[in-house]
């Protein structure tokens, strides 16, 4: 029988706490969305939402920097993570939501950990254990029962095309992460990713300058919500999380999302989930608390990330440089 002490260790620990908030931000991101692509382009959304991010992480990177250079090695991570964490899941997610609703969006990104744990497997050599499979698969079942639930949506299948790019790109985001996260802390690596991924969403500054002036004031103040909050705090939570534990167990996460953004969107939009979605959700909320049931100890990074540094060897084939 599990003791208290365990029993707080596990479920009040920085790791799992992380985790829990960046669940609770990332839920509220898909209302805040909902808000903001009704006046803004999905471009321009990115864009405004990523460079208000970008100079609130500007400070915090002073405060928090390490002596760490960056080798080419971690340029070159940054760069891809920042163009598919940031400028590719911020269009797509936005684009998507033109289409869909905030729960249908959360349900359907909440596939993201699947493709991670297949990524986890085959570059960071990261194993599954049994707990973490049964709660994957409940998970999924109760993800597929919220999905039967939906009714018939214009477009569904434009919006599930983009919304696949974006699970995609997380995954491969979340891998990339793991061998920063090894000499970088949680918010050097974010400041930096965000503002390579708001360097790519530049082609949209046009759009976003001639929205700005006329866009009402609700938009704009989800924008800067969705920038501070799922953003800066949001990412630099789930990336602690990440640095602390493996990319399978972190991502698992995600399964939270719909149960949350179903529960939000009751009360801020007063959409009520039909009875099945919301059964749904609550089985893919068991699983996902399954999945932490790992007695194992894990440590705090994982050594077997360099197998992901040792691909990049062979694509640079050179020396590590120092920083810049």
């Known amino acids: 029988m599990m003791r208290f002490s365990q029993f ?9 706490m992380a985790m829990i908030l960046a669940a609770i931000l990332w839920s509220t991101s898909y209302i805040g969305i909902h808000t903001a692509i009704s006046s803004y382009s999905p471009g321009a959304l990115a864009l405004f939402r990523y460079f208000i991010a970008s100079i609130g992480m500007i400070p915090l990177y ?18 891809i993570g920042g163009f598919l964490g940031f400028a590719v899941c911020g269009f797509t997610l936005n684009y998507s939501q033109i289409f869909i609703d905030p729960g249908t969006a959360s349900f359907m990104s909440s596939q993201t950990p699947i493709f991670t744990a297949i990524l986890a497997i085959i570059f960071l050599k990261e194993r599954l254990t049994k707990m973490m499979t049964m709660g994957f698969t409940i998970s999924f ?22 919304l696949f790019i974006n699970i995609i790109s997380l995954s491969i985001f979340t891998i990339i992460l793991k061998p920063l ?28 300058w001639h929205q700005l002036p006329i866009m009402p004031h609700s938009a704009t103040i989800a924008v800067i919500y969705l920038a501070i909050f799922p953003t800066v705090i949001g990412y630099t939570a789930w990336a602690i999380s990440l640095r602390m534990t ?3 167990k972190t991502s698992s996460c995600f399964y939270l999302i719909p149960f949350l953004t179903t529960i939000i969107a009751f009360f801020m939009l007063r959409e009520s989930p039909q009875p099945l979605a919301l059964a ?9 608390i399954l999945a932490q049931l790992n007695q194992s100890k894990e440590k705090t990074s994982s050594p077997d990330s360099d197998v992901f540094y040792s ?4 694509l640079t084939n050179e020396a590590e440089e120092p920083a810049i």
């Open 8 to 16: 707080k260790n596990r479920w009040f620990s920085p790791t799992t």
């Open 62 to 79: 002073f405060i928090f920097r390490t002596k760490a250079s960056l080798t080419k090695k971690n340029i070159i991570l940054i760069i």
């Open 141 to 162: 079942i109760g993800l597929i029962i919220t999905g039967m639930s939906g009714k018939e949506i214009p477009h569904f299948n434009f919006a599930l095309l983009f």
């Open 181 to 208: 996260l090894k000499t970088m802390n949680a918010i050097e690596v974010i400041a930096l990713t965000v503002w390579a991924g708001t360097f790519f969403l530049l082609i949209y500054s046009r759009e976003l």
């Open 246 to 248: 493996s990319a399978i």
């Open 280 to 288: 749904g959700c609550i089985i893919a909320l068991f699983g996902a």
């Open 311 to 314: 691909s990049l060897d062979e």
